[in-house]
């Protein structure tokens, strides 16, 4: 068999196996990937209103795609067994599947609970005064070390400076 028509056969299963709605109930955003740069919300809620009330439409153009949330699950499996097969939006042939739980930003972002601070070793900037409790820190130079010739080998300086101290004379 050719790649080519391996590849065919393997997009044929692909489109005529269902959508497996995910174990999470309460997931009823379907993701629709591949839209138009020019497709608008309007253009997108008027392809899913027919299978029931949606609680909103998110247009992203500059990735191309959107995000449909329905109001109930079965509002969005209904959409999802209809249009998964044949999903045209403006013209363009679009992709279908459901949305992923959204996690909360700070998790997404993986800063949980830390608070920003300087590292450590290295001192704020002026103007900058630490959370309540936590200090700037100041590390002294490893054991043998009696001079810092050079401001990036100071653990205590933040950045680089100008600086002629270093220099014998």
Not at 100 to 106: A, E, G, L, M, R
């Amino acid at each position: 068999m050719t790649l080519l028509l391996k590849k065919m056969l393997r997009l044929s299963k692909e489109r005529s196996s269902p959508m497996v709605p995910p174990p999470d109930k309460t997931i009823r955003t379907l993701w629709v990937g591949g839209i138009d740069t020019k497709t608008g919300e309007m253009d997108v809620r008027h392809k899913f209103a027919n299978f029931g009330e949606l609680a909103s439409v998110r247009v992203i153009g500059e990735k191309n795609c959107a995000f449909v949330t329905f109001s109930t699950r079965a509002s969005a499996e209904a959409a999802a067994s209809k249009l998964q097969t044949g999903l045209f939006i403006n013209g363009s042939r679009c992709k279908l599947a459901w949305g992923k739980k959204q996690s909360s930003s700070k998790e997404a972002k993986g800063l949980g609970s830390a608070v920003a601070s300087a590292p450590p070793g290295m001192k704020l900037p002026p103007g900058m005064s630490a959370p309540p409790g936590m200090g700037p820190t100041s590390v002294p130079p490893p054991p043998g070390m009696k001079k810092t010739y050079y401001p990036s080998m100071d653990p205590s300086n933040m950045g680089a400076r100008f600086d002629n101290s270093h220099q014998e004379k």
